[in-house]
């Protein structure tokens, strides 16, 4: 079975800082998708940023980026010049591949998060 | 592209009754998954419904309960109510074949 650990419960940066999330994982899979979503106190999870297993290069968007240690089992995500709108959960999560018949798109495992304020 | 949209946002049920959610998918999305998310806690996989089967299960009881209609919207159903239910009930919808999921805001279901 698949787990993901976060070990970080809260993390705090200042306002155009950089911070770095960490998550790990344990799976025997050869191939997958890590995720991280973000949780404002709006409640809906927003996807940050994908990163397939397969793929040697670390997933980048905007600010966000990842490091991606598949060795390792490791799957960071780092926030550079953090705004005050970034503050909310964030869940580290990890998906098999979709099924090969059917079509049908595998569940999301996720992490206790980390909860990241922003200070002005 | 409404996204995906959940009804209703809010639900305040006694112990011992019966709920039902609902969730609408983003367009051009035919995988519905529900998602159970205590609070303080990471969201936990109740199950998944593609072409109006149950795909995969989580760790859940028989009380919870789902249905995929034609139009690939979703109806998660909780029977015998406890207050151990009480959480924010998450929809996520996916495109065939694709490893990407949209969530909706949730429904937030307090039993008291």
């Known amino acids: 079975a698949q787990t993901v650990t976060q070990s970080q419960p809260e993390m705090s940066v200042q306002e155009a800082e950089t911070v770095t999330l960490s998550c790990t994982y344990d799976t025997s899979e050869s191939n997958y998708y890590l995720f991280w979503y973000k949780q404002p106190p709006s409640r809906q999870m927003i996807l940050v940023i994908r990163q397939e297993a397969y793929k040697q290069q670390n997933a980048t968007e905007n600010r966000f980026s990842v490091n991606f240690q598949k060795a390792a089992k490791s799957f960071s995500l780092k926030i550079s010049d953090s705004q005050l709108g970034d503050t909310a959960m964030y869940f580290c999560?990890?998906?098999?591949?979709?099924?090969?018949?059917?079509?049908?798109?595998?569940?999301?495992?996720f992490g206790t998060g980390t909860l990241l304020a922003v200070q002005p | 592209d409404a996204g995906v949209t959940q009804s209703p946002t809010h639900l305040i049920k006694t112990r011992g009754q019966q709920v039902t959610l609902r969730c609408s998918p983003k367009?051009?999305?035919?995988?519905v998954s529900w998602y159970q998310q205590a609070l303080g806690q990471g969201p936990q996989f109740i199950f998944q419904?593609?072409?109006?089967?149950?795909?995969q299960r989580g760790n859940f009881p028989d009380r919870f309960s789902g249905h995929q209609f034609p139009n690939y919207s979703s109806e998660l159903n909780v029977n015998a109510l406890l207050l151990g239910d009480s959480a924010l009930y998450l929809c996520?919808?996916?495109?065939?074949?694709?490893?990407?999921?949209?969530f909706g805001q949730g429904t937030r279901l307090t039993v008291v």
């Open positions: 419904y593609y072409e109006e089967e149950e795909r």
């Open positions: 996520a919808s996916s495109p065939t074949g694709i490893a990407e999921a949209f």
């Open positions: 367009s051009g999305h035919d995988t």
């Open positions: 999560a990890f998906m098999k591949p979709p099924y090969l018949y059917g079509g049908a798109t595998n569940k999301l495992i």
